[in-house]
């Protein structure tokens, strides 16, 4: 036995990839597959989840966008509640109980009649599928050699999109399907649609889209693999007091990799000291507000314009001509594309550095949703599938860019509560923005002379939020590629600005996501012809800039002091 000072990081590190780095690989990227299964199933079949719920609508609009805009509500609840969790009893045991938790709570989904039923068991799924996100992005950050951290963290996120695809493959054919694939299930619906000429039709289906609803159960299978076969990790053993149990674990995965007989001794196991709070308002203080600015916006921005456009692609097509297949096929191109993306991101992230990759990732999202405005044509399916591979290629490697950052900005104690409340907070961009899209979709400015949606200047809009993210990334983006856990944990300690003086900065950030969730969410949702008020762009505007005003104020005055203090 070793009688030499050691930490986690470091043993971790001089294992290097190993069959425990390859398990915990396989685990988590199916609890991924799964949860974007989940995630995905509703942007897949949300036409024909309006036709049965709303027949007598030709355009649902703002409530058709609802239909996603619930699950990701739940996801922002179970996103920052599983966090804290997490970091309080341990990674594995949150990831397996949300894994059945989503999985348990999306069959019911199968058999809403309406609105209600639906929205209700979608946000207790979605308070699932939150947890388990920012877990997995935290176990394999804790899991991973540091030199390999950024490419495993994204192909997790490469698990997730992988979902999203199997969702519209699976999704497209059962709900396109003309005969009821359970009777009795999947009723006649008799629903009126509007043709891309601007007449109003009637026609049929079957509400087939049921099944995908019932295969979304299966997680609940998943999560008792999860029990069985993911162990706890070392980081998480250390951190939470349990030194012997972290040494065991370390012991374990080395002597599986090298087979040989290695104790630690946890005299010697180094662990980081933790912050003096481990609440959520030490996000927000003068060590950690860069770092949460940095990190919320970009992740923002990304939620905002991914589930955003996911949520109205398939309506977009389907408005310029595309039949409902075809249009759900263009949406699956897109994920097609995402899963590439995830893949080469945490290459070039490793490569060329965090801060460097995810500012030129936004101008890409520039450059691809200009060339989408110009070119989505209909009548041209091919052009069509070439410019849903650029763009989502080009808009999930942005939002898969942030993913490394997020672990790597805060110690073991508080790395999945700060994880997670990024993703929570991003969300409600997520949630905002299938409602937004579909206000504005509806707004006189943004109709055709037959008073149909013009999509490509709707999309154009989201050129906005992409420059916010490039400019939020170049001013508060620190580099933390190639640099252990235990080292980043160790700059921030050496750093002398103070990690208790965030509950007024925590507390102004609840009263901006309030304001956001009341412009961006209520009040199109409650309001009778939102979309048709003069105030209603505006106010919209408002509640999605907000954040971004909060970020430049809080992070560019900590910026400002830091480099004064640096000046004494």
């Known amino acids: 036995m070793d009688k030499k000072e050691f930490t986690v990081s470091e043993v971790i590190d001089s294992i290097g990839i190993s069959g425990h780095t390859w398990l915990v690989f396989v685990l988590l990227i199916f609890a991924m597959i799964f949860d974007g299964y989940d995630f995905m199933i509703v942007n897949t079949t949300n036409l024909f989840v309006a036709h049965t719920f709303w027949p007598n609508e030709a355009n649902p609009g703002a409530l058709m966008g609802s239909l996603t805009t619930w699950g990701l509500l739940g996801m922002v609840i179970g996103g920052a509640i599983g966090g804290i969790l997490s970091d309080k009893y341990g990674r594995k045991t949150m990831l397996t109980i949300a894994v059945i938790f989503y999985g348990l709570f999306t069959l019911p989904q199968a058999f809403a009649n309406d609105l209600v039923f639906f929205a209700v068991f979608r946000m207790i799924a979605g308070l699932g599928v939150g947890c388990c996100i920012p877990i997995v992005t935290t176990i394999f950050s804790e899991s991973i050699p540091s030199k390999n951290r950024g490419v495993f963290i994204t192909f997790g996120m490469a698990g997730m999109v992988a979902g999203w695809v199997l969702a519209g493959l699976i999704g497209n054919p059962i709900s396109n399907a003309t005969e009821p694939i359970i009777p009795g299930l999947c009723e006649l619906v008799e629903y009126v649609e509007t043709t891309p000429t601007g007449e109003v039709v009637s026609n049929t289906m079957y509400a087939n889209w049921r099944l995908c609803y019932l295969i979304g159960a299966l997680p609940v299978i998943y999560g008792i693999v999860l029990f069985f076969c993911l162990h706890e990790t070392p980081h998480w053993y250390a951190n939470s007091g349990q030194l012997e149990k972290a040494c065991e674990r370390l012991t374990q995965i ?3 990799t090298r087979h040989t007989e290695h104790a630690y001794d946890p005299k010697y196991l180094v662990v980081p000291p933790k912050p003096a709070k481990t609440s959520v308002t030490v996000l927000f203080s003068s060590k950690y507000i860069i770092a949460t600015c940095a990190i919320w916006s970009a992740y923002f ?5 991914v589930y955003g456009m996911n949520a109205w692609l398939p309506a977009w097509f389907k408005g310029i001509g595309y039949s409902a297949t075809e249009a759900v096929a263009l949406q699956t191109w897109n994920n097609v594309a995402a899963i590439a993306s995830n893949v080469a991101v945490g290459f070039v992230s490793d490569r060329i550095g965090r801060k460097r990759n995810l500012a030129f990732s936004w101008l890409f999202c520039i450059v691809a949703i200009i060339l989408c405005s110009l070119f989505v044509v209909p009548n041209n399916f091919v052009l069509c599938i070439a410019l849903m591979l650029l763009f989502g290629f080009a808009l999930n490697y942005a939002i898969t860019a942030v993913q490394p950052l997020m672990p790597e900005s805060y110690p073991t104690a508080i790395r999945n509560t700060g994880t997670s409340w990024c993703q929570a907070f991003a969300r409600f961009g997520g949630s905002a923005s299938s409602i937004v899209l579909g206000g504005i979709a509806s707004m006189a400015m943004f109709q055709t002379a037959e008073g149909l949606t013009n999509w490509s200047m709707v999309v154009l809009v989201l050129i906005v939020p992409f420059a916010l993210g490039f400019l939020c990334t170049v ?6 590629a190639g640099k252990t856990m235990d080292q980043l944990a160790a700059e921030e300690e050496a750093s002398a600005t103070s990690e208790t003086d965030g509950a007024a900065r925590f507390a102004i950030m609840l009263v901006v996501i309030a304001i956001l969730f009341v412009l961006c969410i209520v009040c199109p949702l ?6 048709k008020l003069p105030a209603a762009l505006p106010l919209m505007v ?3 800039v907000l954040p971004f005003a909060y970020f430049f104020i809080f992070g560019g005055l900590q ?6 203090n640096l000046a004494k």
Do not use: D, P, Y
């Not at 921005?301 to 314009?305: E, I």
């Not at 001013?475 to 933390?480: A, P, Q, S």
């Open 475 to 480: 001013l508060f983006v620190k580099e933390t």
């Open 559 to 564: 910026i400002a002091k830091n480099k004064a």
């Open 526 to 531: 409650a309001v009778a012809g939102w979309s």
């Open 301 to 305: 921005v990304g939620q905002f314009c």
């Open 254 to 256: 080395e002597m599986a």
């Open 542 to 544: 408002t509640g999605i």
